[in-house]
């Protein structure tokens, strides 16, 4: 399996599937190896991010590090995080921010990588195109709802909001995610890189 990775990320860095759509051009940025037992599944690079090449590069990442306890130097470690958003390349703008992830991207990319990463991972589905895509439809149809449920699916899996600016706000009205999600989820992260 790990002989396989080089090869599926030279595939991916050079995709241009959606290029029509991609305002800025394709250029995917994701980051994942055979060892990754942190999963993390966002929604797609800002501009920002875009230019830099590094994936979770400005504010709603460093607020992502912080939720979960990663310092900067094991969140870039493909042996240990995997970086895998819903939708790889920037997808543009739309009405009240970015638009939202190429929807061609997850279904054409994601279980080739999934299927090399271990069985025994955690896996953070950040904003709601993840959690749509991967959770159970009854597990809510609004995305306070989804990570609302969270005991249901901890700790191979925790839903979370996207970490922008708007998230500050939504953790004054929700202190629950504060008290009773990022302990659990900084605890389960915690014990799978002491043991990875
Ligand atoms: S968004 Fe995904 S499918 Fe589209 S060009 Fe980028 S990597 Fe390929």
């Excluded at 690079?45 to 607020?63: L, Q």
């Excluded at 009854?138 to 600016?165: C, K, N, Q």
């Excluded at 998230?167 to 929700?174: A, L």
């Amino acid at each position: 399996m790990p002989d396989q990775v080089p090869a599926l990320q030279a595939e991916v860095a050079a995709c241009t599937f959606c290029a029509p759509h991609l305002p800025l051009g394709p250029r995917p940025i994701t980051q994942f190896s055979a060892s990754a037992r942190i999963l993390i599944i966002g929604q797609a690079p800002g501009t920002k991010v875009h230019m830099s090449g590094i994936p979770w590069a400005d504010d709603s990442g460093d607020r992502l590090r912080e939720w979960t306890g990663i310092g900067a130097d094991q969140f870039y470690d493909p042996a240990k995080v995997a970086l895998v958003p819903m939708g790889f390349c920037y997808p543009g703008k739309a009405a009240g921010g970015d638009a939202p992830p190429r929807p061609e991207c997850a279904p054409r990319w994601h279980a080739r990588i999934l299927d090399l990463l271990p069985a025994d991972r955690i896996t953070l589905l950040v904003g709601s195109y993840a959690q749509q895509y991967y959770l159970p439809r009854d597990a809510g149809s609004t995305l306070i709802a989804r990570v609302r449920s969270f005991e249901r699916f901890a700790p191979a899996i925790f839903p979370t909001p996207h970490p922008s600016w708007r998230s500050v706000g939504w953790m004054r009205r929700n202190p629950w995610f504060e008290m009773e999600l990022l302990p659990r989820l900084r605890a389960a992260i915690a014990a799978h890189l002491s043991d990875g």
